[in-house]
């Protein structure tokens, strides 16, 4: 059963660091996109980052370029985002999803695309 649990959610000062961890199971980790959405309070989930199923392509929104990282260890079947330079607009609960694809190099930041989600974790940042 493919599962996605999400860690590393906190508060945090603005212009602080965070690290969001998406940890995967159940499936066959190497074909599969992972994506971090967030979620504000009274907004649709938008897509922040993606990387790709090889690791070797990545996507970001505009909002979050030069400032967040998307990264993911094979070994250990995780996605890990970097977030510096905080702001307190980045404040929503992150999901972790994961999108099958026979592309390797293939990202997307559409939520459409990915059918398997976590449970998110929640980024509070304070101004």
């Known amino acids: 059963q493919l599962q996605l649990v999400e860690s590393g959610g906190a508060l945090a000062q603005s212009g602080g660091s965070l690290r969001l961890s998406c940890s995967a199971s159940?499936?066959?980790?190497?074909?599969?996109?992972i994506g971090w959405f967030p979620q504000a309070p009274g907004n649709e989930r938008e897509g922040s980052s993606c990387?790709?199923?090889?690791?070797?392509?990545?996507n970001y929104a505009d909002s979050v370029k030069g400032r967040f990282t998307i990264s993911r260890d094979h070994a250990k079947n995780t996605v890990y985002l970097q977030m510096n330079s905080l702001k307190p607009e980045d404040t929503a609960v992150y999901y972790c999803?994961?999108?099958?694809?026979?592309?390797?190099?293939?990202?997307?930041?559409?939520?459409?695309?990915?059918?398997?989600w976590g449970q998110g974790t929640q980024v509070t940042v304070s101004s």
């Open positions: 990387i790709s199923s090889n690791g070797g392509s990545t």
């Open positions: 159940g499936f066959t980790f190497h074909n599969y996109a």
């Open positions: 999803a994961a999108a099958l694809t026979s592309m390797s190099s293939m990202t997307s930041l559409s939520p459409s695309r990915f059918r398997s």
